[in-house]
């Protein structure tokens, strides 16, 4: 159990990478790994931000980015994370977070190290439209 005394800061939610509010209604909880991300490159400042593509370990269940060069499951791109989410890279504790499933994405507002690429698009075709 952690009660490490912090303070957050919260401020206004970046999603101008949807180009619809479709499918943003229908979103699945899901958990994700912060021991499977990056600092500096998959999220700065302890934020993993919005519009991120994720794939499922299938070891675990649980979420990290998608990879195409890996072979436990990250390598199948299942959506891109909705809400933001505070990681903390010195901790290993789990991190509830929301799935977008299905929608219209605005490829060129996705922030940095999205990780969309050309594999992912085909694993999300018939899910997402990128405009």
Known sequence: MDITVRTETFGVEDRSWLASAHG???????????????AGTHFAGGKLRSGTVLA?????????????????????????????????????QKAPAALMEHGFIR??????????DAAAKTDLAGKFTYR
Do not use: C, M, W
């Open 56 to 92: 499922r370990v299938t070891a675990t269940g649980l979420y990290g980015p998608y990879d195409n060069t890996k072979s436990n499951g990250q390598e199948v791109a299942a959506g891109h994370l909705f809400t933001s989410v505070q990681l903390r890279a010195t901790t290993d």
């Open 24 to 38: 943003t209604t229908a979103t699945r909880t899901i958990t994700i790994d912060p021991s499977l991300f990056t």
């Open 107 to 116: 490829e060129s507002r996705l922030p940095s190290g999205h990780g969309l």
